[in-house]
């Protein structure tokens, strides 16, 4: 899976995604730090990469609906510290098929997982 890493997170999560298969970037490798919203999600949608990150500001399902992008996972941890959220988003890329989270919306918990999906691409099928 093609990974973009927000500035909020880990930067240790990199190289440990990179041993399971993924090819990981980071907004701060980039040099995207302190950038905008709006350029972080530019920069994820036009490498065809899956967001992951912390922050709210992409959790408007209106904004963001899922079918619609590469995918974003968004971590919302209670005590979200470094090593929390590297053990945590190591446990659900150790444990879930997230190949399947491309185009969907993903919210991470401390307890609990939750994948929107999209709509179906293509038009409506005709019921007679």
């Known amino acids: 899976m093609r990974i973009k890493l927000d500035e909020n997170l880990p930067a240790t999560l990199s190289p440990l995604l ?3 298969g993924h090819n990981v970037s980071t907004v701060a490798d980039e040099g995207l730090g302190g950038s905008p919203d709006s350029v972080i ?5 036009s490498e065809a ?10 959790s408007d399902l209106r904004s963001f609906a899922p079918g619609t992008h590469h995918g974003i996972l968004l ?7 470094r090593q929390a959220l590297s053990d945590r988003i190591m446990a659900v890329f150790g444990a879930e098929d997230v190949e399947a989270w491309k ?9 609990k997982i939750r994948v929107i999906k999209g709509a179906a ?8």
Request: charged letters at 15%.
């Open 18 to 20: 990179g041993k399971l």
């Open 121 to 128: 691409p293509g038009p409506p099928s005709a019921r007679n």
């Open 103 to 111: 185009g969907c919306f993903a919210i991470v918990s401390s307890r």
């Open 75 to 81: 971590v919302r941890l209670h005590s979200p510290s």
């Open 41 to 45: 999600w530019h920069a994820a949608q």
């Open 49 to 58: 990469r899956f967001l992951i990150t912390q922050d709210l500001d992409f």
